[in-house]
């Protein structure tokens, strides 16, 4: 079993920057695969980018190359998700999530979830 709480998000102007954080409960967080998702209003929950368990293999959404990177602290049990040049289409709840195991890309990949925060891009 494991918790995930997001923090970080907010409102940004387009072209700046967030750092959004998830910290993550017991100690085995280090044998889970982790990722961020994000759901913009009336669509599908959609890849952001995702992380191995030692987090040497990333993968990233073509939209973000670039322009995110996603980072683990296995020993401070922390997934973080760095976000430059931000652009109003990144305008969504972002959500962290785990699965026991090998990388996945898929949201139905991941069983465990975090509540989600919300980052706002202005024009």
């Known amino acids: 079993q494991v918790q995930l709480v997001e923090s970080g998000g907010g409102l940004v102007q387009a072209g700046g920057s967030l750092r959004l954080s998830c910290a993550a409960s017991?100690?085995?967080?280090?044998?889970?695969?982790a990722g961020w998702f994000r759901q913009a209003p009336g669509k599908e929950r959609e890849l952001v980018a995702t992380?191995?368990?030692?987090?040497?293999?990333?993968n990233y959404a073509d939209s973000v190359k670039g322009r995110f990177t996603i980072s683990r602290d296995n020993a401070k049990n922390t997934v973080t998700l760095q976000m430059n040049t931000l652009k109003p289409e990144d305008t969504a709840v972002y959500y962290c999530?785990?699965?026991?195991?090998?990388?996945?890309?898929?949201?139905?990949?991941?069983?465990?979830w975090g509540h989600g925060t919300q980052v706002t891009v202005s024009s």
């Open positions: 999530a785990a699965r026991s195991g090998i990388l996945g890309n898929n949201p139905s990949d991941y069983n465990y």
């Open positions: 017991g100690r085995t967080f280090s044998t889970y695969a």
């Open positions: 992380i191995s368990r030692s987090g040497r293999l990333t």
